[in-house]
């Protein structure tokens, strides 16, 4: 096997998703590369990443998000992304469009991360839990649940409305409190058997 033909911003790009990886757990897109690195265009962190990965230094699939992986790093495991899930308002949630049975994409993450459990993934739509670091545009992994305790992040669907929404929950005599995690928002209220927990959120993956 000939030595990869390292240059500087190869080593940078290298270091970089080390580095990330080591931090969040999961990889970096093009994107970050390309902020991190100081680099001009994505165009040129292509280059330098199918250089990387043609030498052995890095695996990637291309239909997976965030998919770029170090050799030698450990297991990876594919988390589906479902959809979308409103933070604010809650969001009407079409079982053909957004909240799907199968996932249209995945996300690839280190094992660490989903601690052997099943694990699944959500756009964020909306800023009500950004008191909680979880902004619009960010992707929150969600553990399969029809439980929770006082003051658990879960995925709530609301039967009345049909709509889905990401909130705080409390019990309260007589009723569920749904809060936001957004002091200019408040909280929703409704009657214990008109919703049903979907899920648990257990971690984010931010937007950058």
């Not at 800023?127 to 003051?151: E, F, K, R, W, Y």
């Not at 936001?180 to 408040?186: C, D, E, G, H």
Request: net charge neutral; hydrophobic share 40%.
């Amino acid at each position: 096997m000939r030595k990869p033909s390292f240059n500087e911003t190869r080593r940078r790009i290298l270091q970089y998703i080390h580095d990330f990886v080591e931090e969040r757990g999961y990889a970096p897109t093009v994107r970050d590369i390309l902020r991190g690195c100081g680099i001009s265009s994505t165009a040129v962190v292509q280059h330098h990443l199918n250089i990387l990965e043609r030498e052995g230094c890095i695996d990637r699939d291309p239909k997976v998000f965030r998919s770029i992986q170090l050799p030698g790093r450990g297991n990876s495991v594919r988390v589906p992304l479902l959809g979308t899930i409103a933070a604010g308002e809650p969001i009407t949630v079409p079982t053909a469009e957004v909240w799907r049975a199968e996932a249209t994409e995945t996300i690839q993450l280190t094992d660490d991360i989903t601690d052997g459990k099943q694990v699944y993934a959500l756009r964020v739509k909306g800023l009500s839990m950004i008191d909680a670091l979880i902004d619009d545009g960010d992707i929150v992994l969600m553990q399969p649940a029809n439980t929770a305790d006082n003051g658990d992040m879960v995925a709530v669907w609301l039967k009345e409305r049909q709509e889905v929404t990401l909130k705080k929950i409390y019990r309260e005599p007589g009723k569920i409190r749904l809060q936001p995690a957004n002091s200019q928002m408040t909280p929703i209220y409704v009657d214990p058997n008109e919703i049903d927990v979907q899920g648990k959120v257990v971690g984010v993956i931010r937007k950058m």
